[in-house]
């Protein structure tokens, strides 16, 4: 399966590669970085915990998986709102804390399918505030109500155990146990000098983030938990995971970018990121 949202950052072009090295022999699945998911979807683990920061993204997930039909026919009325002025009124009631809190959980899930498929690069966004800031995507044809996906990615969270948590990483990461597999996906360390985006929360995640992550996977390790980390390739992190128990893999893949908002052009750029595994050697 494929994700039903667009997210920066997504492992949708490695997800065969990366599911590959995690393998398949392990008890639960965590994945506390959860964004699109495209792990996740692609791999369908049976025991798969998911979680997230980010309380929008976790309501929709959520209300995928218990209320599917009421979702679509919520988002039926977004299907002719693809333009700027309709974008910007439906963002912006994040800007007006009564009417937003009146939002039922579905609608809310509804704005938020929404605003992630017309938005600039389907990014999700927010200023110190908490309020979305993404501007418009002005795509000709975005996909506002996928239906068939929505009902397939329900039906395999339900007939597994899948479970979606609002939470921060570490508190739902240290759950793991002997025999289980954590995927950490966080946002990436960017080398000075070069645009990266962080900010899919207020607060951004910089290097002393990168090794407090790094801290847990080697508690956990220890604990007989395996670990996989997808990081951006810069000489920092290829310092922070050079010692044992961790094994390095560059992954490859053609992106295809539009590098500013409105180029109708895209260009192609190969892509290079690590994948680490850790785990006790036996
Ligand atoms: C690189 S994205 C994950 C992309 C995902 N693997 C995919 O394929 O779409 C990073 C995610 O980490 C989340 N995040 C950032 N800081 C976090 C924290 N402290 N705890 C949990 N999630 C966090 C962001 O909301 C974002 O969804």
């Known amino acids: ?14 997800a065969q590669q990366i599911s590959k090295l995690l393998g398949n022999n392990f ?10 998911g495209a792990i996740l979807l692609y791999m369908e683990p049976r025991n798969a915990k998911c979680s997230d920061i980010n309380v929008e993204l976790i309501n929709l997930y959520n209300i995928v998986k218990n209320h599917p039909e009421e979702l679509i026919v919520e988002l039926q009325k977004y299907i002719d709102k693809n333009n700027s002025h309709d974008y910007l009124q439906i963002r912006n009631i994040d800007r007006q804390p009564i009417e937003f809190s009146r ?8 704005r938020f399918m929404y605003l992630n498929h017309t938005c600039f690069n389907g990014i999700w966004r927010v200023n110190q505030n908490g309020q979305n800031n993404v501007p418009f995507g002005r795509y000709v044809n975005p996909k506002i109500l996928a239906a068939d996906e929505i009902r397939d990615v329900s039906k395999y969270f339900n007939d597994y155990n899948v479970s979606f948590e609002v939470n921060d990483y570490r508190v739902v990461a240290n759950r793991a146990q002997a025999g289980d597999v954590v995927y950490f996906d966080p946002p990436y360390d960017v080398e000075e000098g070069q645009n990266g985006f962080v900010g899919y929360t207020a607060s951004g995640f910089n290097q002393n983030n990168q090794r407090e992550l790094k801290e847990l996977c080697d508690l956990l390790v220890q604990r007989g938990v395996t670990v996989g980390i997808s990081n951006s390739n810069t000489r920092f992190i290829r310092e922070l995971y050079g010692n044992d128990p961790y094994n390095f893999y560059e992954l490859h893949s053609e992106l295809k970018v539009r590098r500013t908002i409105g180029a109708k052009s895209e260009s192609r750029r190969e892509v290079t990121e690590l994948f680490i595994i850790g785990r006790l050697q036996r």
């Open 27 to 36: 008890n639960n699945y965590y994945e506390p970085f959860i964004g699109g």
């Open 103 to 110: 939002l039922t959980e579905i609608e809310r899930a509804a």
């Open 1 to 14: 399966m494929q994700p039903i949202v667009k997210w920066a950052g997504g492992k949708r072009r490695f």
